[in-house]
């Protein structure tokens, strides 16, 4: 009797853990989404910064994200993720301050940098507090619900930012993180208990990072500048040469360092190797699309900001929603036929907008290919998450999810490079077709490599 009541106080606890850390990780996942209806607004209001300059605002963010998630993740494990939970949440309250006071593109560069850095302490601090207040028959549970609090703040991030922003401009939209981590700081030392890997750990190549990261920069800043420069220009292909080969060489890093940045040697894992192609190309798309659809909305169909920021408000609300149920699905059936599903779902979102809608305003057409996108989305997130870890031992999954976040960044990074690229050289409206046939074609190749994968799911394995 005592241990049933025991096991339920423990079931309690880990509820209380998962709130804490849902909100935790709200603050990144609102971070990202509110951009894309906040970026309009910082473009009219730094009106004399080029547009490839002032698109480093967004992807500075990511990349600082991708170069640092993983040593996030150490510090947490080495320090306390605790702790680390409550550091990044202090800071998340400072740069947005700092973002909501910006009085140039630079200063709030640097704002979203402190975002970023304390994201990477958020994400894998709060994952691992989820993954140990709960029994490994209801990780697969709780992780689903996990990523409906970042999935469901991604939602209400661009219908929230624009409602923010039509009653007092866009510095107030960065506010609506301080209520976030407010909680988090004022519930997290009641409710976590602290806990910190007791082994031995190498601090992560940070060369490797530093590789990573100016690798990254000089990559996108080939794409962002080649409609200024030309891709012909000496300085376009240095710019994607240097970082091309940087990118090469930290991962024949990767391969010999005791302690890499990203263990390359998981790739040796099938189902590892194909759902992380898959989710880096999903990213590209993904976040790539959401900066375009806002882009088309406000300057081609000349919609508002807040009525743009409803309409694109449905693919968020996919990942949130849609996620924890696709996560219970694919405990039943696998992740393969539901990744099938998903890419299905996503690219036949696509073919409606390539050929049903145009420059002609109609919220009636648009709404077909908003809400296939977003169950497309809801399908695929759980299962490149979930299936990453498919035949992989346990003790290999937080690395192997922080591997994966890191990717997910990487193709978040190019997606937004690239439809930065298109909307400065060919305008809103023809970019929006032209990044819709990229979301078909990473549609359409998510299908082969989903039947390449290895059957299973994250129950399957929790019972092995």
């Not at 930012?161 to 039509?166: L, V």
């Amino acid at each position: 009797m005592s241990g049933g009541r025991e096991s339920e106080d423990d079931l309690s606890n880990a509820w209380r853990v998962l709130f804490v850390a849902g909100v935790a990780q709200m603050i990144p996942s609102i971070n990202l989404s509110i951009m894309y209806v906040v970026y309009p607004e910082v473009q009219r209001e730094f009106s004399g910064t080029s547009a490839g300059a002032l698109s480093w605002v967004l992807n500075g963010y990511t990349i600082v994200a991708a170069a640092t998630l993983v040593l996030g993740g150490v510090v947490a494990d080495r320090t306390g993720r605790k702790r680390a939970l409550l550091a990044g949440s202090a800071l998340s309250l400072a740069a947005v301050l700092v973002c909501g006071s910006a009085p140039n593109a630079n200063t709030l560069l640097c704002g979203r940098i402190l975002l970023a850095l304390a994201a990477s302490l958020l994400i894998p601090a709060s994952t691992s507090l989820v993954l140990r207040a709960f029994p490994p028959a209801k990780s697969a549970m709780a992780f689903g619900v996990l990523a409906s609090f970042g999935g469901v703040s991604a939602a209400a991030g661009p219908s929230l930012g624009a409602f923010i922003i039509d009653l007092g401009g866009w510095r107030w939209a960065f506010f609506a993180n301080v209520p976030l981590a407010l909680i988090a700081l004022v519930l997290g030392p009641k409710v976590l208990t602290e806990s910190r890997d007791e082994r031995t750990r190498n601090i992560p190549d940070l060369i490797g990072a530093a590789m990573l990261m100016v690798g990254l920069t000089s990559t996108i800043l080939a794409v962002v500048q080649s409609p200024a420069w030309g891709w012909g220009d000496t300085r376009t292909i240095g710019a994607l040469a240097a970082g091309l080969v940087l990118l090469a060489l930290m991962v024949l890093r990767s391969l010999h360092h005791r302690a890499p940045f990203i263990e390359v040697r998981l790739f040796r894992y099938r189902n590892f190797a194909l759902m992380n192609a898959t989710s880096c190309g999903f990213a590209v798309a993904w976040f790539g699309m959401f900066f375009v659809l806002t882009q088309f909305l406000r300057n081609a169909w000349d919609f508002g900001l807040l009525k743009a920021g409803l309409l694109v408000s449905p693919v968020p609300f996919g990942a949130g929603v849609l996620a924890p149920i696709g996560g219970r699905i694919a405990d039943r059936v696998g992740y393969r036929p539901m990744l099938i599903a998903g890419a299905v779902s996503f690219g036949m979102g696509a073919l409606w907008y390539i050929y049903v809608v145009s420059d002609t305003p109609s919220v009636a057409r648009w709404i077909p290919g908003i809400i296939l996108i977003a169950v497309g989305t809801g399908f695929v997130f759980p299962s490149v998450q979930g299936g990453t870890v498919v035949g992989m031992p346990p003790d290999r999954y937080a690395i192997a999810s922080g591997v994966n976040h890191t990717v997910q960044r990487i193709g978040a990074v190019v997606g937004n490079a690239v439809a930065v690229m298109f909307v400065a050289s060919v305008g809103p409206a023809r970019a929006f077709d032209r990044f819709m046939w990229i979301v078909l074609v990473c549609s359409v190749l998510m299908v082969p490599v989903a039947l390449a994968m290895t059957p299973g799911s994250q129950s399957s394995m929790t019972r092995k």
